[in-house]
């Protein structure tokens, strides 16, 4: 085997790693609401998490190369608020669906998180208004809303809406998406040039510290004493596979196979997380539930190679 075929396997093996690292989390959070709430489960990940990624921070930041004399860059401590902000909203969504929706939904709905990428680079990147004009484009953004849309039909009864669960999770959801959309753009714009595990750490530690101070203030930081040995292991498990070490093993397939392939082996995410929601928690869809889960990953999947065929994607995913 050649060293290039070689390289690309294995960077295959860690995307596809990485993508069962962050397949898991919905069930974890899922499980987690009957013991904590949205803030403090936030704020005990995100600690966990930037723990472990301290270390790397402080060692990629002495490492990494100066800029160019006639171009000195910002630092990127300074460069890391701009991807922050989208970063730690999208992270109070995404901690609260599960309160709202079932893990399979959420794996689904959350792939939409791409369409908002490649809508807001179109908007904020010129290189990549293009996109717009790519038929893969229109049939993507089309796939995932129906897709979307078929995964709550069931949900609203003749005549009616439905419950008003339902539809502040799909809010919750689709707002969490939309951040994480504007997390990828700001990464794209504010933190170029950087080493993506650098950066990725040192928006991991604002996003931790911030989590934790909202935890204080607004959530029931108490509930931790009483939290069985169990629960602590599934928080702190959810951590480690969810951001700390889904992310490093994505950001080094990415290194192998490049970020369209990479994106790609991301959106089989959400049928990992259906079978692990069905094998554990015993959550189920109805067949028009999953043609519209398979509809929203088929959308994603076309982005994905419009994106590839302008040959400009945003190395992100979700966190």
């Known amino acids: 085997m050649s060293q290039s075929r070689r390289e690309r396997t294995i960077a295959t093996g860690f995307c596809l790693a990485a993508m069962l690292c962050f397949s ?24 966990v998490a930037a723990v472990f990624l301290l270390p790397f921070v402080l060692v990629l930041s002495r490492r990494s190369d100066p800029a160019p004399p006639r171009r000195k860059r910002r630092s990127i401590w300074l460069a890391a608020l701009v991807p922050f902000v989208p970063n730690v909203l999208g992270q109070i969504g995404w901690a609260a669906c599960p309160y709202y ?36 484009f229109l049939l993507g953004t089309v796939l995932c809303l129906g897709g979307v849309f078929l995964l709550y039909l069931q949900r609203m009864p003749a005549g009616g809406f439905g419950k008003p669960a339902d539809w502040i999770g799909l ?22 040039g950087y080493p993506l595990r650098l950066a990725f750490g040192v928006v991991s530690l604002y996003t931790a510290a911030a989590l934790g101070a909202l935890a204080l203030a607004v959530g029931q930081v108490h509930q931790l004493a009483g939290l069985l040995a169990r629960e602590w292991g599934l928080l702190i498990v959810s951590a480690f596979l969810g951001i700390a070490f889904g992310h490093l093993l994505y950001y080094r397939g990415i290194h192998g196979i490049g970020p369209v392939v990479a994106s ?53 995913p979700t966190p």
């Open 264 to 316: 790609g082996t991301m959106m089989a995410g959400a049928f990992v997380t259906y079978l692990l929601a069905v094998v554990f928690l015993g959550e189920t869809m109805t067949l028009l539930q999953l043609l519209g889960g398979v509809g929203v990953v088929a959308g994603g999947l076309a982005l994905v190679k419009a994106k590839a065929q302008i040959e400009t994607l945003p190395a992100t």
């Open 171 to 192: 809010g919750v959801a689709i707002a969490t998406s939309l951040c994480w959309g504007g997390y990828a753009i700001g990464v794209r714009r504010a933190l170029h």
């Open 101 to 136: 929706l079932d893990a399979p939904t959420i794996g689904f709905v959350i792939r939409t998180s791409f369409l908002f990428t490649a809508l807001l680079g179109f908007v904020f990147i010129p290189s990549e208004r293009p996109l717009v004009r790519r038929p893969l």
């Open 24 to 47: 898991g989390v919905p069930v974890f959070l899922r499980h987690l609401t009957g013991y904590l709430d949205s803030w403090t489960v936030n704020a005990v990940r995100y600690g």
